[in-house]
């Protein structure tokens, strides 16, 4: 049964402090991984879609990266308006499109 | 930039009593989902459509949920005879190629 579990589950950082956040998955076959920032009270908003090992995505203060097991999100000097839950979702091959998303991570940047 | 939109965004209901939650996809998209989120849990996955019929759909999908895509534009799901436990955050998704989804900004649904 294809899971994913991330960690940890609230994050708190001061402005500019970096960190990373994880996810691990289980699925049989990774068709891709999807990162995405949710607002309280608002949907998922994609972010990224990484597709195998090793590839990495970056956008502004956020960079991705993949590998068999777990993927990263890295938060380089973080601003309070990057506070949000973010989450993380699998896609197996062979599936009609559905995601299994983590938990997420709350994440509170502080100035 | 093109968004999946909903309506409304937040809904009430009488326990026992039917809703229809409505969606209008991004409009060259092909592939529709409906997903709700229980306050504090998980993202979770309802449904899948694909020309006009159901791909695939969760164990929560039971016989009280239908999806309908009554016209070019719309996607509906209606909940016959609500309970309480149906109370989430209900949204629709949408895709191009079933790969990925985009999200709508949900709709807020509270069975008293």
């Known amino acids: 049964e294809d899971q994913v579990t991330q960690s940890p589950e609230a994050l708190r950082l001061q402005e500019g402090e970096s960190s990373s956040l994880n996810c691990s998955y289980t699925?049989?076959?990774?068709?891709?991984l999807f990162w995405y920032r949710q607002d309280p009270g608002k949907g998922p908003e994609f972010l990224f879609t990484?597709?195998?090992a090793g590839e990495e995505k970056e956008k502004e203060r956020l960079k991705a990266t993949l590998t068999k097991k777990e993927s990263f999100l890295h938060i380089t000097a973080p601003k309070p308006e990057d506070s949000a839950t973010y989450l993380c979702?699998?896609?197996?091959?062979?599936?009609?499109?559905?995601?299994?998303f983590g938990q997420g991570t709350t994440l509170q940047v502080k100035p | 930039e093109p968004e999946v939109t909903q309506t409304p965004s937040h809904q009430v209901t009488q326990m026992g009593q039917e809703v229809i939650l409505r969606c209008v996809p991004i409009?060259?998209?092909?592939?529709f989902y409906w997903y709700r989120q229980i306050l504090g849990q998980k993202v979770e996955f309802l449904v899948s459509?694909?020309?006009?019929?159901?791909?695939?759909k969760s164990e929560i999908f039971d016989d009280q949920f239908s999806v309908e895509r009554p016209d070019g534009s719309n996607f509906t799901l209606k909940i016959r005879s609500t309970k309480l436990e149906d109370s989430a955050m209900y949204f629709c998704?949408?895709?191009?190629?079933?790969?990925?989804?985009?999200f709508g900004q949900g709709t807020r649904l509270t069975v008293v």
């Open positions: 998704a949408s895709s191009f190629d079933q790969f990925g989804a985009f």
């Open positions: 990484l597709y195998s």
């Open positions: 699925v049989s076959g990774l068709r891709g």
């Open positions: 459509f694909y020309n006009n019929e159901i791909s695939e």
């Open positions: 409009s060259n998209h092909l592939y």
């Open positions: 979702a699998v896609q197996d091959q062979g599936n009609t499109g559905k995601l299994i």
